[in-house]
């Protein structure tokens, strides 16, 4: 079983920067791809960025150039720098995690960009 724990969230103006991160627990050895996706209202879950406990990183193209994810192994945390912020960004951002084939989930961690 694995917990993630997302911190980071709230009200952001346009241009802004922000950083989320996501400590997951609960497993004795690396998770293998932890990663972010976001919803805002009336609109379907999408990725927003992942990373492979190799290093290996996949971004969403309306993100593609203004975040940047990353992840401390020995931590089990992995992190998401939101810069260029826009309105559009304005969603419900969940934690996500692959361990022995299992997907977990944070509660999710909500943020407004204000234009």
């Known amino acids: 079983q694995v917990q993630l724990v997302e911190s980071g969230g709230g009200l952001v103006q346009a241009g802004g920067s922000l950083r989320l991160s996501c400590a997951a627990s609960g497993s004795p050895l690396s998770i293998n791809a932890m990663g972010w996706y976001r919803q805002a209202p009336g609109k379907q879950r999408e990725l927003v960025a992942a990373i492979t406990s190799g290093g290996s990183r996949n971004y969403g193209d309306s993100v593609l150039g203004r975040f940047t994810i990353s992840r401390d192994n020995a931590k089990n945390t992995v992190y998401l720098q939101l810069n260029t912020l826009k309105p559009e960004d304005t969603a419900v951002y969940y934690c996500?995690?692959?361990?022995?084939?299992?997907?977990?989930w944070g509660q999710g961690t909500q943020f407004t960009v204000s234009s």
């Open positions: 996500h995690a692959v361990y022995r084939s299992y997907h977990y």
